[in-house]
Structure formats: structure tokens, C-alpha cells
């Protein structure tokens, strides 16, 4: 079975401009849960999807935004880079739709550099 | 207020020996989940172990065992033998019960760990 997919690996982007990053979940995983992980904040949950709907937020500006489609893929966006977006973005899947004993399996990440 | 605190930033074990990781956490909801993961310079996170908060006995994967204490509300991992592929940064993650929750985990520091052969 295919784990958790995420494209692109690694990105280079501009001040002002946006960014797309993808994940594909597990086959039959309908929750996706995005984080931001840095040397200074850590790891810090952006957002989950579950069935195509925007179930938690974190605290993050609105410039951050995701989406899931009904494939469970999912997609967050970010725009207007700040210097301070550098981060590597982790995307997780998880079968269960509220067991806290569902694990949350991650991807590889997107490493996005923000210059 | 810190929901997950992980004390130790680095720490070396010599192969082959146990070494013990801390984590305690705060919460007031009395459902909840506690996982360790483990984070090679790969980038990728690898799931370890979880421990419910109603699970009577410590959990145990291979080498990973957790020392759950919920009073005094720590979850510390064990590695048991340790190998040189052991040498990555590992967190502790705490999901709270309640569909509210939902698949939120909250993260600790982290806590490097190196192998010396």
C-alpha cells in the first residue's frame, strides 16, 4: 500500500508570491492534517480535512488555506510568501474520522524556501 | 500554556544499550490519545508507539515500549538495544478525545537523539 504522497519536495519561491503544495492520503483515508514544522515554533497543526470539509484550524493567518477533494488529495495554499513561510510542510493521513487511537501517518514533506 | 513538554533537547546512548525519553503533557480532557514519532534528517515522520488514556497496560512495539504514568501525567519511550539507525529526533503528540479534536495532534519540542557505535 502507497503511504502518504506529497508534491513537490522542495520548493523556491519569492516574497509576494503563492504557493501550491499537494497531498495525496493513503488509499481509504478520508482525514488530512496539515503542519508546519520549523527550527524556531516546531511543529504546529495548519489545518484538517475530513470528507472534503474543513474539520479544525490552527492559528495561522488566512493566507494560509487548503482544500480536499473528494478523492481525499488535498491541496494548501499559501500566498503572499513571507520570509517567515520557510518551513517544512508535512501532510498526514488517518483512516479513522475521531479515534484517538488512529495514528496519523505523515508524508515525506514539502521543504519550501522562501527568498 | 505548554500542552507537551519534552525536557531533554539532545542526548547520546551507546549502541546496543536502553535509553528512556521524557515526555509529560497537560490536559484536562480524560479522553486522549499519546503517540511517539520518530523523525529521521530524512524529514519523514515515522510512527512509533500510541498509549490511550483508558489502556490499563503500557503499550509495546519491538523495541519501543511507553512508560505510562497517567497521574503523574508522563509518557516517557523507551528504546530497548538501541541501533545506529535509531539516531533521529523523536516527539511526543498528544490527541485529545472529542469530535472537536478531530485528528489535531499537539507536539512536543523533540528530543535528538545520536547512537554511538
Known amino acids: 500500500k502507497a503511504g502518504v504522497t506529497q508534491t513537490p519536495r522542495y520548493l523556491i519561491k519569492t516574497r509576494g508570491q503563492q504557493v501550491t503544495l499537494s497531498c495525496s492520503p493513503i488509499?481509504?483515508?478520508?482525514?488530512v492534517s496539515w503542519y508546519q514544522q520549523t527550527p524556531g515554533q516546531g511543529l504546529q497543526f495548519l489545518f484538517e480535512y475530513f470528507s472534503e470539509t474543513q474539520r479544525n484550524k490552527g492559528n495561522f493567518p488566512g493566507r494560509f488555506s487548503g482544500r480536499q477533494f473528494s478523492n481525499s488529495r488535498s491541496e494548501m495554499n499559501v500566498s503572499t510568501l513571507e520570509l517567515g513561510d520557510s518551513a517544512l510542510y508535512l501532510c498526514?493521513?488517518?483512516?479513522?474520522?475521531?479515534?484517538?487511537?488512529?495514528?496519523?501517518?505523515f508524508g515525506n514533506g514539502t521543504r519550501l524556501t522562501v527568498t | 500554556a505548554q500542552k507537551i513538554t519534552q525536557t531533554q533537547p539532545g542526548m547520546f546512548v551507546q549502541e546496543k544499550e536502553a535509553v528512556t525519553l521524557d515526555c509529560t503533557y497537560d490536559?484536562?480532557?480524560?479522553?486522549?490519545?499519546l503517540f511517539w514519532y520518530k523523525q529521521p534528517s530524512s524529514g519523514e515522520m515515522i510512527f512509533l508507539i500510541y498509549q490511550g488514556s483508558y489502556d490499563q497496560q503500557n503499550a509495546t512495539e519491538g523495541r519501543y515500549s511507553l512508560n505510562f504514568q497517567k497521574a503523574r501525567k508522563s509518557a516517557n519511550l523507551v528504546i530497548s538495544a538501541s541501533q545506529l539507525g535509531d539516531s533521529a529526533m523523536y516527539f511526543c503528540?498528544?490527541?485529545?478525545?472529542?469530535?472537536?479534536?478531530?485528528?489535531?495532534?499537539?507536539f512536543g519540542g523533540g528530543t535528538r537523539v545520536l547512537v554511538k557505535p
Open positions: 490536559t484536562s480532557d480524560p479522553s486522549y490519545g
Open positions: 498526514a493521513s488517518s483512516l479513522e474520522g475521531t479515534g484517538i487511537n488512529s495514528p496519523l501517518h
Open positions: 503528540a498528544m490527541r485529545e478525545g472529542g469530535i472537536a479534536a478531530g485528528n489535531k495532534l499537539t
Open positions: 488509499s481509504g483515508h478520508r482525514s
